[in-house]
């Protein structure tokens, strides 16, 4: 196995300085940085075959079409996904879940049916929910949490009625990192009958993503939170439901036959492929699926683990620090306030010393609402950060205690 | 003294230091020779969108001039508003809206107080001169 040091030297942009500082990066949970081999593998793309997939009959964009598939097929393999059919190229999470909203609600959704949501979720599983809600007169129902970070279990199994007709839910708190019990939120709601989406924007990258082992019915990721570029994502469908839903878009690639009269779609999975896709950004994911099986899931797990434990207790002995988020189940993210200093003044300083967090509300504005604040600084981390990254981000944090504290 | 004058005192202020913990620890202390607002007006009304921390302007208007009070929930953006109201306050609207802040990108501070920082300062400058420019309108009604 790699050591750390051979790991950081992977990712070009670790090395930088900001400031004349040496750049301290903990805000893998917005994006992550990218590994040396994914910017070899766009940059690939470009120097030697770039071409349009599908298309031509010429060498180039048969190398380019192949290429673009074994992406999908790395896909499919890293998830445990039973077809290749079952991979949708998005370009991100966002797009995979207005996608899914869309067709969902065109295909299946009544007026007076529900769709479950939790109180941890990114606004990008709520809103394209509200939107077909709207649309389709149908309402969303919101599964809370207590004080940790948690979702109430109990309240789950209340909302679930014959009138819920799908259940989207994050595998992890992008706000928080709480890590949410997705095996049982899918096997209650498949007694009834009721699919799942899972959004795995925050879960994919650390540890495993098994959607055969999960069951889920949908799962949604984004490239760029996993090492790969950006303006990539996947959905995952079981055959069942992507056979069944309507596209979302149309266009060149998706169709079967055109005329003016009547169209019919492609197979899976280009009926959901409208347009000329990001090839080159499905290629660098799958690179980046390849390098994060070369460090081996279970080991990034357990780096992450021990970093979480040391930043916890580092920072948790800071006078005046509030960490929000506090399940036992949760992944590397820790998410904070200092008592009267606004998050915005503590981010500024920690910037100006090399560090970078994020502060404001996430994109999860009902988790701050729930908790009575307007936001928190939060540093993400990712199995590439060490504990010395940590000791600075504490010392950075007393540093700013001692500025605004006078 | 003329707006510019007084952004001259500014950045040679801010020029005695050369650490940016020092320029940061001026700006705070800046901040709390703020003419802060009366918390009556601390409403929506006076709210300032755009900005990652709150910041609430109250204008007010003698006919003549202009006077700005002001408040912040966090502390560094409370030193660029108290910045802006040194420099921008107690003015007529014709010199409002005729003034160019430069010394924004001559204090030391411009990667953080770059506009693009979510800090809201294009915010408050956008509404301060929306202010003189809503008096001068009223004024020539008059």
Same mark, same amino acid.
Request: charged share 10%; proline share 11%; net charge positive.
């Given at each position: 196995m790699k050591t750390i040091s051979e790991i950081r030297a992977d990712?070009?942009?670790?090395s930088r300085q900001v400031y004349g500082r040496p750049l301290v990066y903990l805000d893998n949970g917005a994006t992550t940085q990218k590994p040396r081999c994914v910017i070899d593998a766009v940059n690939n793309v470009y120097t030697t075959y770039n071409s349009n997939i *599908?298309?031509?009959? *010429?060498a180039l964009s048969d190398i380019a079409s192949e290429e673009y598939e074994n992406a999908r097929e790395k896909v499919r393999s890293f998830i445990n996904a039973a077809k290749k059919e079952e991979i949708i190229f998005t370009p991100g999470t966002t797009g995979s879940i207005n996608s899914i909203a869309f067709s969902f609600g065109e295909r299946y959704i009544r007026p007076g049916d529900e769709i479950i949501i939790s109180h941890l979720e990114h606004h990008a599983n709520i809103v394209p929910w509200q939107m077909m809600c709207e649309r389709k007169g149908a309402r969303l129902r919101i599964i809370p949490i207590d004080d940790t970070g948690e979702i109430i279990f109990d309240e789950y199994l209340k909302l679930l009625s014959e009138k819920t007709k799908l259940v989207s839910v994050t595998q992890v708190s992008n706000a928080l990192g709480t890590v949410l019990p997705v095996r049982e939120i899918i096997d209650t709601a498949h007694s009834g009958n009721i699919p799942v989406l899972i959004d795995g924007a925050q879960g994919v990258q650390h540890g495993t993503a098994d959607v055969a082992s999960m069951d889920c019915d949908f799962y949604v990721f984004s490239g760029h939170k996993i090492y790969g570029p950006t303006g990539i994502g996947i959905i995952y469908g079981k055959e069942k439901w992507l056979t069944e839903l309507p596209p979302y878009q149309g266009g060149g690639d998706m169709v079967d036959t055109v005329t003016f009269e009547k169209t019919t779609y492609n197979e899976l999975p280009f009926k959901f492929e409208a347009g000329t896709m990001n090839f080159a950004g499905a290629i660098g994911l799958g690179s980046a699926l390849d390098y994060v099986l070369s460090i081996g899931r279970e080991n990034i797990e357990s780096m992450e683990k021990e970093l979480l434990r040391y930043a916890t207790e580092r920072l948790s002995g800071i006078r005046g620090l509030r960490v929000y988020g506090t399940s036992g189940r949760k992944i590397a993210i820790i998410s904070f306030l200092l008592s009267n200093i606004h998050q915005y003044d503590t981010g500024l300083i920690l910037d100006k010393m090399g560090i970078a967090v994020r502060t404001g509300t996430h994109c999860a504005q009902p988790v701050m609402s729930r908790y009575g604040i307007e936001g928190t600084v939060r540093a993400s981390l990712c199995f590439y950060n060490t504990m010395e990254e940590i000791d600075m981000l504490g010392t950075g944090i007393e540093k700013v205690i001692s500025m605004f504290e006078k | 003294m003329t707006i510019n004058q007084v952004q001259d005192k500014i950045i040679e202020d801010f020029s005695v230091f050369e650490d940016w913990i020092d320029k940061y620890n001026l700006l705070i202390d800046m901040g709390r020779d703020l003419p802060l607002i009366d918390p009556k007006h601390k409403t929506k009304d006076y709210l300032i969108e755009g900005c990652q921390s709150k910041v609430w302007l109250y204008p007010e208007f003698n006919g003549h001039n202009v006077t700005f009070t002001a408040d912040s929930d966090a502390i560094i953006t409370r030193g660029i508003v108290a910045l802006l109201i040194r420099v921008l306050s107690d003015r007529t609207p014709d010199e409002i809206i005729a003034s160019e802040l430069y010394f924004i990108d001559r204090i030391g501070l411009r990667q953080n107080l770059s506009p693009t920082r979510s800090n809201g300062l294009l915010s408050m400058v956008r509404q301060i001169k929306l202010y003189a420019m809503a008096y001068k309108a009223k004024t020539k009604q008059l």
């Open positions: 990712f070009p942009v670790l *599908h298309r031509g009959v *010429h | -």
